[in-house]
């Protein structure tokens, strides 16, 4: 069975720093682009970041870029956020995602993990 | 960016009556749209992708139609596990944009 599960969220001041973690399970990993997609309190869903398989290929949000760092450890099954100078917009619930397609993957989101908090507030 | 558009904000249905949900976008897409749907607590299921596939396990009442920029999700007869937020997707370009949701309530 395929899991995805999050860790890492929790309260922050603005201007700090946080690292979200996401260990997957029950697919051949390095072989799935993996996205991580937010969701602040009541709203809709927004685009963070994606990673290739491979890791070579990476494309962040406006949003984020020159604040958030995607990586993945393909030893470890692990994709990571490093969240840096974060701001009170973005507070969200952090979801990972995975391609629901292997190789050249179409960057459909399937699964998703359950998520975890992010709350940046003083 | 590619703005998607959803309308309407809330359908109010009743279970087993067909619900028509629209995702319009700013430029065209071709056919790569697709559609998700939330409930409450839980993290968002694919249900539609390329404008017009079920995803793995997506019961047939569930269908998606559209190209370019005009997309429509169908619930041939909505059931009590299907009032729900839905959200379409495209993946033409970057950045990934997803539209603001449609709720679907109950009645």
């Known amino acids: 069975e395929v899991q995805l599960l999050e860790s890492g969220g929790g309260l922050v001041q603005p201007g700090g720093s946080l690292r979200l973690s996401c260990a997957a399970s029950g697919f051949t990993f390095i072989t799935y682009g993996m996205t991580w997609v937010r969701q602040a309190p009541g709203r809709g869903l927004e685009w963070v970041s994606t990673i290739s398989g491979s890791g070579t290929t990476i494309y962040y949000a406006d949003s984020v870029k020159g604040r958030f760092i995607i990586s993945r450890d393909n030893s470890k099954n692990t994709l990571s956020l490093q969240m840096n100078t974060l701001r009170a917009e973005d507070t969200a619930i952090y979801y990972c995602?995975?391609?629901?397609?292997?190789?050249?993957?179409?960057?459909?989101?399937?699964?998703w993990g359950q998520g975890t908090l992010v709350t940046v507030s003083s | 960016e590619i703005v998607l558009t959803q309308s309407p904000a809330t359908l109010s249905l009743s279970p087993g009556e067909r619900a028509t949900l629209s995702c319009r976008a700013s430029q065209s897409v071709s056919n790569y749209l697709a559609w998700y749907q939330q409930k409450p607590g839980q993290a968002p299921r694919l249900l539609i992708y390329?404008?017009?596939n079920r995803a793995t396990g997506i019961p047939a009442r569930f269908s998606g139609s559209g190209s370019g920029t005009d997309f429509t999700l169908t619930i041939s007869s909505l059931e009590a596990e299907d009032f729900a937020v839905y959200f379409c997707?495209?993946?033409?370009?970057?950045?990934?944009?997803f539209g603001q949701g449609t709720k679907v309530e109950m009645k």
């Open positions: 390329d404008a017009s």
């Open positions: 995602a995975r391609d629901r397609r292997n190789g050249h993957g179409d960057n459909w989101f399937d699964p």
């Open positions: 997707q495209q993946r033409s370009i970057w950045p990934r944009t």
